[in-house]
């Protein structure tokens, strides 16, 4: 995926969420609208923003033939994408540059997931000036923690 694309008249993601709140708009909303229009995967998967708080942020989605594998589970890899972007998103709460990328997601599969919503939260662990690190959970439609990560972000200041 590319860099993020911003509304007009915003230049980071800090803005991005600021001039949400000051339009009155959902932040859940306008980030939930703007990665819908940029990324297929994102809608075929059927992420919702549930929440976003300053270094936090929870996504949902559910249980579809579309995210499945053999064996009636949530396939590793679109685990592992809700983990990158709930991540990814925690970090854009904190992200004084204008953009981000991961740099490394290490994950650990607990459980399989077959019942859903699932619940993929973000949580912002320390932010340095240049890179941030977050720790991750997938939790199933019963709370049980099926996927624990810990990744690290590098915060892009300036667009090239």
């Not at 709140?21 to 609208?33: A, D």
């Not at 949530?74 to 809700?82: A, E, I, P, Q, R």
């Not at 970090?91 to 399989?112: R, S």
Request: glycine share 10%.
């Amino acid at each position: 995926m590319g860099l993020l694309e911003l509304p007009e008249g915003v230049r980071n993601l800090k803005e991005l969420f600021e001039t949400s709140r000051r339009r009155g708009v959902k932040v859940e909303s306008q980030l939930e609208r703007t990665m819908a229009d940029e990324s297929e995967l994102f809608t075929t998967i059927g992420f919702k923003v549930v929440k976003v708080g300053r270094g936090r942020v929870e996504l949902r989605f559910p249980f579809s033939r579309a995210v499945s594998r053999r064996g009636d589970m949530v396939h590793g890899g679109v685990v592992m994408h809700s983990l990158d972007n709930a991540c990814g998103f925690a970090v854009m709460t904190v992200n004084p540059g204008v953009d981000q990328f991961t740099m490394e997601l290490k994950v650990n599969f607990l459980k399989p997931l077959r019942k859903g919503p699932f619940r993929a939260i973000g949580k912002v662990v320390r932010a340095g000036s240049n890179v941030v690190v977050v720790e991750g959970e997938v939790r199933d439609a019963d709370g049980s923690l099926c996927a624990k990560s810990l990744g690290s972000w590098y915060i892009i200041r300036d667009r090239p």
